[in-house]
């Protein structure tokens, strides 16, 4: 890589994580996002996407905490109702583009219960293709289970694997990447076997990163934080969720990677943020951000439900969603 196109990745990344902004998710495939719609009513067609993701995108003011909104194909592809791009509204907004390349988690082979994210095949092209239209980032969900048995070390081997494979072929083409492997919450354990298990995940991550040569400082980390699991009984204080979260991470993570965008993971919207400002409080090398999904986007949602005069209701309940997060930041 000449040392121009090493730069660029360096300072698109470090734009993604500087505080006080974090990274909007809205990358739902139109699979989950029809489902999301016909929860609140309303008919899951193109067009019901396109209009849920442009009340997001033209919310006013969303650039003063929001530096990247991660997109689907789909949206990527579409246009406003007045005729702009995706990547070109996203311009006019002051938010950077990004994309979600892989195509879901599917059943992994001989592994019941567990899965592998695909989406390899034909990456180079398609990221070419992105960036020829704009995207300056890129992201890969890798799922992983976690119960008294999982995730098994095939599992985790196999979804490292892919994910520095993607990571590498996005630093190619000049896309950073945020690379998110993410220990589902599902379960009753207690948050010391969330510990021990994104600990391990993390250690195999970084291992593939630097096998297969991707650039720590060119990357966005998009961790799950380390919490219990959503059906154990005696929820950890925020404290314990920041120590041991940011525990695991100075342990896994190198110095030279610019910052983490936590996931929220199904975490309720006001607990997710309390949790990011008890991190976000902690010394640590790496800037500290968000980059939730539904933790941001739910409220905004069901405000919306469709209607076009609820369009202002849906951009005040992201608004607010996205200032508490971003206020949080602030030191
Ligand atoms: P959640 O914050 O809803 O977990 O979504 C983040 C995301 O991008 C999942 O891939």
């Not at 993701?53 to 990247?68: A, C, D, H, I």
């Not at 380390?226 to 059906?231: D, E, I, N």
Request: hydrophobic share 40%; with cysteine; net charge negative.
């Amino acid at each position: 890589m000449t040392s121009e196109h090493t730069e660029k990745l360096h300072s698109t990344a470090r734009a993604l994580v500087a505080p006080p902004r974090g990274i909007l998710a809205a990358d739902e495939s139109p699979g989950t996002m029809s489902q999301r719609l016909e929860k609140v009513g309303v008919e899951p067609t193109p067009e019901a996407r396109r209009d849920y993701r442009e009340m997001l995108l033209t919310t006013p003011g969303l650039s003063e905490s929001v530096s990247g909104i991660i997109l689907a194909d789909e949206t990527f592809n579409q246009e406003l109702s007045d005729g702009r791009t995706v990547p070109q509204a996203c311009a006019d907004a002051g938010v950077l583009p990004g994309i979600k390349v892989d195509t879901g988690a599917k059943p992994l082979a001989f592994a019941p219960g567990e899965t592998i994210t695909e989406g390899l095949d034909g990456l180079r092209e398609r990221m070419q293709d992105y960036a020829s239209r704009g995207a300056a980032f890129a992201k890969w969900r890798a799922a992983l289970k976690l119960d008294a048995s999982l995730p098994t070390d095939r599992a985790i081997h196999v979804n490292a694997h892919a994910l520095a494979r993607y990571a590498a072929l996005c630093q190619e083409a000049g896309v950073v990447p945020i690379v998110e492997p993410e220990v589902l919450m599902d379960g009753d354990h207690a948050l010391e076997r969330c510990e021990e298990v994104t600990s391990g995940v993390l250690e195999k991550v970084f291992a593939e990163l630097a096998a297969q040569g991707v650039d720590p400082a060119g990357i966005v980390l998009k961790p799950n934080m380390v919490v219990a699991g959503l059906g154990f009984s005696d929820q950890p204080e925020a404290s314990e969720v920041a120590a041991a979260t940011v525990r695991v991470l100075t342990q896994r993570v190198p110095e030279s990677v610019p910052g983490i965008a936590f996931l929220s993971g199904g975490q309720a919207a006001e607990v997710a943020t309390r949790h990011l400002k008890a991190i976000a409080a902690e010394s640590t090398p790496w800037g500290i951000t968000f980059s939730f999904g539904r933790a941001l986007v739910d409220g905004a949602l069901r405000a919306w439900a469709g209607d076009p005069d609820k369009w202002k209701d849906g951009q005040t309940a992201l608004d607010d969603r996205v200032r508490a997060n971003s206020e949080v930041l602030k030191r």
